[in-house]
Nanobody, 125 residues
Framework: QVQLVESGGGSVQAGGSLRLSCAAFGYTYSMNSMAWFRQAPGKEREGVAAIYMGGGSTFYADSVKGRFTISQDTIKNTVYLQMNSLKPEDTAMYYC??????????????????WGQGTQVTVSS
């Protein structure tokens, strides 16, 4: 069993920055990748950024490229999402996810096995 604990959400004005953290606990030995997803009210959950734990390869949704950066601390089993130049359309509940499968689809929510409880990000104009 794996538990994911997110932190770092909050409210900021447009143009501001936030950093989200996600710590993984439990049987993380065979964890292959971690990712951040977000879900705004009335919308489907969408992939934002993902990182392959072994080599550090990263993937981003087009909507956040150049503004968001995903990174990892393999010793702490923690993934971070640095969000800069935030826009009101970034407002959503952000979820951390972990993948233990053999085939990786970085931003496909069906590929992930464990999810965190979510942390709210609100960006005002």
């Amino acid at each position: 069993q794996v538990q994911l604990v997110e932190s770092g959400g909050g409210s900021v004005q447009a143009g501001g920055s936030l950093r989200l953290s996600c710590a993984a606990f439990g049987y993380t030995y065979s964890m292959n990748s971690m990712a951040w997803f977000r879900q705004a009210p009335g919308k489907e959950r969408e992939g934002v950024a993902a990182i392959y734990m072994g080599g550090g390869s990263t993937f981003y949704a087009d909507s956040v490229k150049g503004r968001f950066t995903i990174s990892q601390d393999t010793i702490k089993n923690t993934v971070y999402l640095q969000m800069n130049s935030l826009k009101p359309e970034d407002t959503a509940m952000y979820y951390c996810a972990a993948d233990f499968g053999d085939i990786w689809s970085p931003l496909d929510r069906d590929d992930y096995n464990y999810w965190g409880q979510g942390t709210q990000v609100t960006v005002s104009s």
